[in-house]
């Protein structure tokens, strides 16, 4: 991972989870890591909803105003610019228009820092708008408009929550693959549980993506 992480992808795209994954994985290599919460779009599966957790572990958390509110208007706090020179960060954006205007605003500070950026578009196929080379093509589009970042590879995602085998991981990839050459955008990892994986490298032996396993936090019980 490079020092600059950001998340972006369509709602049920995993995107959260994924961040708050990979800002433990950092920690846990003994990483300095901030994790920045600029999804607002779902109250149940928000990054900074983990705080508690996240700062048990060793990660700092950024939630701007809006976060945790009904505010539609974000207000940048300080320690969002300091999270460019300091220790690794982890951006955990949505798809809503807001959440990724809020990643635009910090445009000139990604730009500086472009070298140490890794941006990543999360795809889950069986979520809407999602289940099509064409579908993900239009939402990427209109993400990286809004956040004034383009893409530099894809994670592939997909998962049916509780009642994922890893089939899923392997069916979608194709989808992926179409999505890759329409795009000139490479497929960069595969995340998922690690029973998945298995099933999925087993499945795709010729897939050459770098995996994370993924342990889940953000699935409430009521789910």
Known sequence: MKRITVLFGNYGSGKTELSLNIALLLSRAKKDVTLVDLDIVNP?????????MLEKNGVRVISPVYANTAVDIPALPPEVYAAFIEGYTVFDCGGDPVGAAALGSLKTHFDAMRADCEV????????????????????LRRIQESARLFADGFVLNTNLGKETTGEELALSYDTLKELEQKEGVLIKYVSGIKEALTVFFAMRPECTAERIEITPYTRPEWL
């Open 120 to 139: 990543l578009f999360v795809v889950n196929t069986r979520r809407p708008f999602q289940e099509s080379a064409r579908g993900l093509s239009d939402s």
């Open 44 to 52: 149940y599966f928000r990054s900074s909803e983990h705080t508690a």
